[in-house]
Every structure is written in C-alpha cells, then in structure tokens.
C-alpha cells in the first residue's frame, strides 16, 4: 500500500527477501576461557562450549544459541550460522578469511511489527546475531549493516576480523530490509529512523549479555560499519556517546539535521538525468559529463559510471525518495525505474526530482534521521576518492567541516583513501585502477585501539596515498594511514 505523507500507520508488506538455509546446531564440546580478568584468556579444560549458560538477551523476543567450532565464515558457511547473499559483493574476492575462533552464536529478534527479513525461518524483523568468542580480549564491535542488508552482511568484511582478534561481535539487520524498507514505520523517515533505535538497543544488550556470558562487563565497546552502517556509527557518537568507547565509520551516508543538503536525494537525480546524454556520446556528452561533475561525483570516475547507473543509482533514489517524500510521485510506490527525464505532462520521474523545491515536511522527514557533528566519542571516518555512490565531496567531506564546526575536531580524524570506490568487490574488475578499503577499514580500527589505549594519536587528517607501482596483493594486505 502506497504510505501517505500524514501519520496514517502503513505496514511493513510481508513479502519474500531471501531464504537462508539454517543447519542443526551443533553441540561441539570445546574448551571454554575461565571469565573474568586476565584469566579470560585462559584455558578450562573440564568446562565444554556446550554446557556453558548461555544468558538471555535482554529484551529479545526470541532468540537461539549454538556452540560453534568456528565463528568465521569460514565456518558458518559451511554450518548455516551466516548467509553469504547478505554480504555477497562487499568485499574483494581474495580477501584472506580467518579462521581457528570457537565459540558461541546466539541469533534472535527483538519485537517488532515488520516481517521482511526470512533469515532463520523467521518472517521477523529487528534480527541480530551476536558472536561470542571462547578466547575473549575483553571488547564488543557492534554495528548495523550496509544497504537494506540483513544481519549478517558485516561478517566477512568486518566480523570475522573482529572475533579472529577476540572481540564479542553483534550486528543488527536495523529493523527494516529490503527494496520495501520504506514501507515500516507510521510516517515518512520513520523507517530510517528506526536503525538508530535498534543498533542502541543491541548495544545495551549487547553488553548485558556479554557480562553475563564472561561474568565481567566489556572494557571496551566499539561501533563500525559501511555505508548506512558507517551513518549509525555517526549518529550513535553524537547520541549515545556513554555506551561506547570509540568508533570507525567507512564511508557513511549523510543526512543533516534541518534535513539541509547536500544528501543523496541532492545528488542522485543529476545522475540520473545527466547520465544517459554522457553514455549517449555526441555533442552532448561533454555537458553531460560536466554536470556530473558539477553534482559532485569524482573527475576520473567516469570509468565506475556505467555500473554505478545500472545497479545503484536508480533504485538508491527511487526507494529512498519515497521513504522521506512519498508524497512525490502520488499512490506510484517508489517511482518508475529508469525514467525518462523532462517529459511534458508524463507521471513524475525521479531523474527530474528537485530536493530544494519539495515541501517543508520532506525536510522534516530527514530531519528525523539527521546529523549534528556533536560526536562525543573518537571517531575515525574513511572515504574514498572515486566513491560514485556517495560522492565524497558531498558526504564525508561535508561531515567533516560539521565535526570541526561543532568543536569536536579533536575527537577526529578523517582519511581520504585515494582511489577507493564505495563498493571494494569493484577492485576484482578494475584491478590497476582501484584501491580496496577494507585493509584502510583495519588500519583506521587499530589506529582506534592505540588511540584508546595509550593516547597515541592517529595521523592527521589528510589523503591517504595510493602507493605508485603497488601490486593489488599488496593494497589487500596493508593500508597505512600515515602515507
């Protein structure tokens, strides 16, 4: 049903998105770290994986537990405790998997009233997955997940790092998945709004349960994430900076409070509307290609255009246009894909969408979700230069200047990682022309980690060097942030 832009309810359509495949849990008997101190690290002989209590996530409606001989992908895979379509094009395809992690995974949902996510068998949303390793280091990593991705679509990329290293590692699906996202909540912003409500409340839970799990609260919790993930981390800094340590955004998406530009409801509509003249070639794909430009995605990305107009641009408007402006496009859902701009008297067409001239309450829909730069927690945000999903002159260099604006600067740093893109499995096509962000993404979290430690300061801020002549092995393998 098409949600109207007054408070009328409109419910999340219980529709198909993906069904994993769920494996018996298995009943391993593992050795088990004896809780508490620096005897964490130690070893239990007498005490199995499977007879450790497994306390009750608070708040969780439901929720199941099963000891694992690997916690990576490079077990659950082959066990059923991940879905590899959640995190499906998100990392490069030789990027080494961890392995040798035993321990605990407790998968569940908190009550909710939308349906789209099917992973475990459950047509429920608000499903999360908390990792709890048997060697622990005495820190949590949480966060949401990229795109309208379910909860699993950090492990490959981030999960599996974070327990190799002996965090406790939990990652909400944000409450809402799918192209049908916009569709849960009551009013426009409602659905985006609901991310940030339920990575804070994984967090405390989060943290409960890993105190009961170890019998000794965390030392140390840490926020991350990609994309939409990376806006939580934002979000989650400048709110509820008291749960958490410190966090890593990798390329977060910009909503301002005020609902002020620049967004990607600022940016996306040129794209679309000026693309099609630029590929056409002719007299007018010079002017096409400037106007590019001028909206902000990246001289020297032309390359990246075609895909990024294929697979992500039309739909990235579309469905987020009509969570924050339904009222755009009357009773169509989400707009006509790949329309064709200024025609006279046709239906509207998102490719002609104008942020500025749209109806005070579409800014106020943003607002719901918006960012003020007031972290109070260090953060570390990464970006790259040839990003054409979210152009970084018109995101995180954005947020940038917001954090210094509010006089927070000191709890910064940002690193523009030169040519890293917003999707690092594009390093696979585009071998000799693109950087992965995924070491960057690693380096920036043990930056974090000395920071928190010892005090020791990362790097100014500045541009991360591509190093000239580096073969792709080597950018997989390291990104220093201070070249």
Not at 123 to 145: K, Y
Not at 339 to 356: H, K, N
Not at 383 to 394: K, N, Q, R, V
């Amino acid at each position: 049903m098409k949600r109207a832009s007054s408070a009328a309810p409109r419910t999340a359509a219980a529709r198909p998105y993906r069904l994993a495949t769920v494996a018996a849990v298995t009943a391993a008997l593992l050795s088990y770290p004896t809780p508490g101190g620096a005897a964490a690290q130690q070893q239990d002989a007498g005490r199995g994986c499977a007879r450790t209590h497994v306390p009750r996530v608070p708040g969780a409606a439901r929720q199941k537990a099963a000891c694992l001989d690997e916690l990576t992908t490079a077990g659950t895979v082959r066990t059923g405790h991940t879905d590899p379509a959640d995190w499906a094009g998100l990392t490069p395809s030789k990027l080494p998997t961890p392995s040798g992690v035993p321990g605990v995974q407790i998968d569940g949902y908190f009550p909710d009233t939308s349906s789209t996510n099917t992973d475990n068998g459950w047509a429920h949303d608000a499903q999360f997955v908390l990792r709890l390793p048997a060697r622990w280091n005495g820190g949590l990593v949480v966060g949401g997940t990229p795109g309208n991705r379910e909860q699993y679509a950090n492990d490959r990329a981030i999960g599996d790092w974070a327990v190799k290293r002996g965090y406790a590692f939990a990652a909400t699906d944000k409450g809402n998945t799918g192209a049908g996202f916009h569709r849960d909540g009551r009013t426009p912003g409602d659905a985006v709004a609901e991310w940030n409500r339920r990575l804070t409340q994984l967090t405390r839970a989060a943290r409960a349960t890993v105190a009961g799990h170890y019998k000794r609260r965390p030392a140390r919790t840490l926020v991350t994430g990609m994309s939409n993930g990376g806006y939580l981390v934002r979000w989650q800094l400048e709110n509820h900076p008291e749960l958490y340590d410190g966090g890593v955004d990798w390329e977060g998406t910009l909503w301002r409070a005020g609902g002020e530009p620049p967004n990607l409801l600022t940016f996306l509509p040129p794209a679309l509307r000026h693309y099609p003249a630029y590929e056409k070639g002719g007299p007018g794909a010079a002017k096409a290609r400037k106007a590019m430009h001028g909206a902000g995605f990246p001289r020297g990305s032309e390359f990246l255009w075609p895909y990024f107009h294929k697979n992500y641009w039309d739909l990235t408007q579309r469905v987020y246009r009509e969570e924050m402006d339904p009222g755009f496009d009357g009773a169509t859902e989400a707009g006509t894909p790949f329309c064709t701009p200024g025609v006279p008297d046709g239906p509207p067409c998102d490719a002609d969408y104008e942020y500025a001239q749209r109806p005070a309450e579409v800014r106020r829909a943003v607002a719901k979700t918006g960012l003020t730069g007031r972290i109070g927690k260090p953060l570390i945000t990464l970006h790259g230069t040839l990003d054409t999903l979210l152009p970084i002159g018109e995101d995180s260099d954005v947020y940038a200047r917001m954090v210094r604006d509010a006089g927070r600067g000191g709890l910064f740093r940002y690193y523009r990682v030169e040519d890293g893109n917003h999707v690092d499995s594009l390093v696979d096509t585009f071998p000799g022309r693109l950087r992965p962000l995924t070491p960057c993404h690693r380096s920036a979290f043990t930056a974090l980690e000395r920071w928190l430690d010892d005090g020791r300061k990362p790097p100014r801020s500045h541009t991360v060097s591509r190093p000239e002549g580096a073969r792709q092995s080597e950018l997989l393998r390291s990104c220093p942030l201070d070249g």
